[in-house]
């Protein structure tokens, strides 16, 4: 069995990655952040800080699989769940995620029960179509035996679903049903955009999250939401959600540097000798 723990002279340090999907299915509150810039770096500071997961963002930004690799690999260095939220839902590129050693992967536009049943075969063995491949990191690269890799991998892959469109509404029930389908991500972004609602916080949005977690609350399965930070979190939580994301890499280096150069015109004086009071 995967290891689900690291430590340090016999105690519990962290969490370690393996577990991830035992501690998001028992709805335990785990925080991560997307990462949509291409390198490395941001998934190592993250790792360093103590997130318990990213999501690499292969959807909607720069980043083939060659890089994806790499990032699982800083992740998995620095104990931490890397999921890919995968450009589509082709059984091959799911295959090509979980092959590179992530933890699971987030699907987006899982409209349908047919949809959802596929994403789920598409992340098993046992059960389901995933390819056979021991040579590959998540195999040890040939170090882990064919049913060992099965079993492991069976037990840990997490496979969410991203619940986004409209119609997905129409049948959100059987879709929370779909067994294999760990766990759902709200999109309140695409929500918003194809409901024509002027915001997140508009009344039909708020409606289709309440549909959607009632749904999985029904179902027994964790809810996952991006929040721009701990209050919109806490706000999720009473409402059922377990897992958040904040923000992403881009997101929180945009913030950061705002709020230095905001400061830093505050604080430094201007050439005619004035203080510079605002950007």
Same mark, same amino acid.
């Given at each position: 069995m995967?290891?689900?723990?690291?430590?340090?002279?016999?105690?519990?340090?962290?969490?370690?990655?393996?577990?991830?999907?035992?501690?998001?299915?028992?709805?335990?509150?785990?925080?991560?952040?997307?990462?949509?810039?291409?390198?490395?770096?941001?998934?190592?500071?993250?790792?360093?800080?103590?997130?318990?997961?990213?999501?690499?963002?292969?959807?909607?930004?720069?980043?083939?699989?060659?890089?994806?690799?790499?990032?699982?690999?800083?992740? %998995? $260095? +620095?104990?931490?769940? /890397?999921?890919?939220?995968? *450009?589509?839902? #082709?059984?091959?590129?799911?295959?090509? @995620?979980?092959?590179?050693?992530a933890?699971?992967?987030?699907?987006?536009?899982?409209?349908?029960?047919?949809?959802?049943?596929?994403?789920?075969?598409?992340?098993?063995?046992?059960?389901?179509r995933?390819?056979?491949?021991?040579?590959? %990191? $998540? +195999?040890?690269?040939? /170090?882990?035996?064919?049913? *060992?890799?099965? #079993?492991?991998?069976?037990?840990?892959? @997490?496979?969410?679903?991203?619940?986004?469109?409209?119609?997905?509404?129409?049948?959100?029930?059987?879709?929370?049903?779909?067994?294999?389908?760990?766990?759902?991500?709200?999109?309140?972004?695409?929500?918003?955009?194809?409901?024509?609602?002027?915001?997140?916080?508009?009344?039909?949005?708020?409606d289709?999250?309440?549909r959607?977690?009632?749904?999985?609350?029904?179902?027994?399965?964790?809810?996952?939401?991006?929040?721009?930070?701990?209050?919109?979190?806490?706000?999720?939580?009473?409402?059922?959600?377990?897992?958040?994301?904040?923000?992403?890499?881009?997101?929180?280096?945009?913030?950061?540097?705002?709020?230095?150069?905001?400061?830093?015109?505050?604080?430094?004086?201007?050439?005619?000798?004035?203080?510079?009071?605002?950007?």
């Amino acid at each position: 069995m995967a290891v689900e723990e690291t430590t340090v002279s016999g105690e519990i340090v962290r969490p370690h990655f393996s577990s991830f999907r035992r501690r998001f299915s028992a709805r335990q509150t785990v925080v991560g952040s997307f990462i949509k810039t291409p390198t490395t770096h941001a998934t190592e500071i993250f790792g360093a800080l103590g997130y318990d997961f990213v999501v690499i963002d292969e959807e909607h930004a720069p980043i083939d699989r060659a890089m994806t690799d790499l990032m699982l690999l800083a992740a %998995r $260095a +620095g104990n931490l769940a /890397g999921i890919v939220r995968v *450009s589509s839902d #082709d059984p091959a590129k799911i295959l090509s @995620c979980l092959d590179c050693g992530a933890a699971g992967v987030l699907v987006p536009h899982v409209a349908t029960v047919e949809k959802a049943r596929a994403v789920a075969a598409a992340a098993r063995y046992r059960g389901g179509r995933r390819g056979y491949s021991g040579s590959s %990191r $998540a +195999g040890a690269y040939g /170090g882990t035996p064919m049913w *060992s890799l099965v #079993d492991d991998q069976d037990a840990s892959v @997490c496979a969410i679903a991203m619940i986004e469109d409209p119609e997905a509404l129409d049948q959100i029930d059987a879709i929370a049903a779909v067994d294999g389908i760990h766990g759902f991500f709200i999109g309140r972004g695409d929500l918003t955009v194809a409901l024509g609602a002027k915001s997140s916080a508009d009344a039909s949005v708020k409606d289709a999250v309440i549909r959607i977690i009632a749904a999985a609350k029904k179902a027994a399965k964790p809810v996952c939401v991006m929040v721009a930070g701990a209050a919109e979190a806490k706000e999720f939580a009473e409402l059922g959600a377990s897992a958040f994301i904040i923000s992403s890499d881009q997101g929180q280096m945009r913030r950061a540097a705002a709020q230095t150069l905001t400061e830093f015109k505050t604080l430094v004086k201007t050439t005619d000798g004035s203080h510079v009071s605002q950007l």
